[in-house]
């Protein structure tokens, strides 16, 4: 099984588009990259600072990969359906019940989708009067993600509407493969 499949979530399968399946493997990867950098620039400022020469400038990179991750984070989940969306309620009606129900979250989340484009994109262009230091780079870097983030919750939010709609949102999912084996009932009698 390639990197790639084992990526990509195929779990309701019904409610995405194929065409966008790249973009879900681009910005998992770039999750990785973004908390890998994370994690090595945190060791490299705790480093610095135990050897009583710290790199001031580290800060600055471990909030911008920090926000970053959170962000593209949170796009990536609502296209996998792991985040933004009330699951619980949702999987335990079927029916004209499930699909107003499915309906109504996924446009909260389109609200919140909008707001993220909204004022994230005022704030970013806020972030111009105001900079980082000590590289006085303008804290609108900071603020770039927010309206991209959510443009992206809005497409996998409507992928996810057109085609639970289209397809319906109650279709019977494959048990997921974890590895463990299963043990049958022959097997457990057999058991001393």
């Known amino acids: 099984m390639a990197v790639a499949d084992k990526l990509l979530v ?8 194929r065409w966008l399946d790249w973009l879900e493997l681009a910005l998992m990867i770039l999750c990785g990259v973004l908390c890998f ?12 600072r135990t050897i009583g020469h710290p790199w ?13 991750a959170i962000f593209v984070g949170t796009a990536v989940a609502t296209r996998r359906n792991d985040h933004l969306y009330l699951t619980a309620i949702s999987e335990a009606m079927h029916g004209t019940a499930r699909l107003i129900v499915e309906v109504i979250i996924r ?3 389109l609200g919140v989708a909008f707001c993220l484009i909204w004022y994230g994109y005022q704030n970013y262009l806020r972030g111009f009067g105001s900079f980082r ?9 900071l603020y770039a993600i927010i309206p991209l983030s959510g ?4 497409l996998f939010t409507i992928e996810q509407l057109v085609n639970g709609l289209r397809n319906g949102f109650d279709h019977h999912e494959p048990p997921e493969e974890d590895g ?10 057999a058991q001393p």
Not at 56 to 68: K, N, R
């Open 151 to 154: 443009v992206l919750i809005g």
């Open 107 to 109: 446009l909260v989340v």
């Open 10 to 17: 195929q779990r309701q399968r019904h409610l995405k588009w």
């Open 56 to 68: 001031l400038w580290l800060q600055e990179v471990t909030s911008t990969l920090f926000i970053y």
């Open 37 to 48: 950098g994370f994690s090595l620039s945190v060791t490299a400022d705790i480093v610095t």
């Open 180 to 189: 463990a084996p299963v043990i049958t009932d022959v097997q457990m009698r």
């Open 133 to 141: 230091l000590p590289s006085g780079t303008p804290i609108a870097s």
